[in-house]
């Protein structure tokens, strides 16, 4: 199975700082078949990011994804308190579909 | 809007089995696959199971194979997940998602989430 490293594990920033979040694959992922998901306590994930880049609905344009191949990046510029969450990426290319271990972004 | 409602879960000895529910509204729900995710107490997300629009077609998580066993009811706009021979390990909040993509043979990404119910396996 493909597996996913996040990193860092916790980020902390202030509102306002641009926060960069790394997922890395064990393999190349197909077809840059890689989502992100935000998650906030006590609530379902949602979905943020799909094929790499795409902003799925209502997502603010602050938020991007990039990448290919092994090395994705989810990018939030302009940071505001919803955004102070814990963040998934998780790709699809091949079955089972894996999640990365998360990262806790949190306030300075 | 899309609306995903889980229910079922419990608290359910070891070795015991438990039947998961998935209601869908706001969609056309017959051309969509369904996954099931799980999330252990504190812990990060686990994707467990994925069937097919037409229920023709199943995959698990290898953790799950042999033991669990997602089904549908298209003309009810339900999904069910059979759980037998149940862990502590199982004990999760138990998730269904949307796929994306209409008709499709395969998974893809979760689009849209329920609220989840939360399944415990103790004695």
Not at chain 1, 44 to 63: E, F, K
Not at chain 1, 70 to 77: N, Q, R, V, Y
Request: charged share 20%; with cysteine; hydrophobic share 30%.
């Amino acid at each position: 199975e493909i597996v996913l490293t996040q990193s860092p594990g916790t980020l902390s920033s202030s509102p306002g700082d641009r926060a960069t979040l790394s997922c890395r694959a064990s393999q190349s992922v197909t077809g840059e078949f890689l989502a992100w998901y935000q998650q906030k306590p006590g609530q379902a994930p949602r979905l943020l990011i799909y094929g790499a880049s795409n902003r799925a609905t209502g997502v603010p344009d602050r938020v991007s994804g990039s990448g290919s191949g092994t090395d994705f990046t989810l990018t939030i510029s302009r940071l505001e308190s919803e955004d102070f969450a814990v963040y998934y990426c998780q790709q699809y290319g091949r079955s089972p579909y894996t999640f990365g271990q998360g990262t806790k972004l949190e306030i300075k | 809007q899309v609306q995903l409602v889980e229910s079922g879960g419990g608290v359910v000895q070891p070795g015991g089995s438990l039947r998961l529910s998935c209601e869908a509204s706001g969609f056309t729900f017959s051309p969509y696959g369904i996954h099931w995710v799980r999330q252990a107490p504190g812990r990060g997300l686990e994707w467990v199971a994925f069937i097919r629009y037409d229920g023709r077609n199943q995959n698990y998580a290898d953790s799950v194979k042999g033991r669990f066993t997602a089904s549908r009811d298209n003309s009810k706009n339900m999904v069910h997940l059979q759980m037998n021979r149940l862990r502590p390990e199982d004990t999760a909040i138990y998730y269904c998602a949307k796929d994306p993509e209409a008709g499709s043979l395969r998974g893809y990404y979760f689009e849209f989430w329920g609220q989840g119910t939360l399944v415990t396996v103790s004695s």
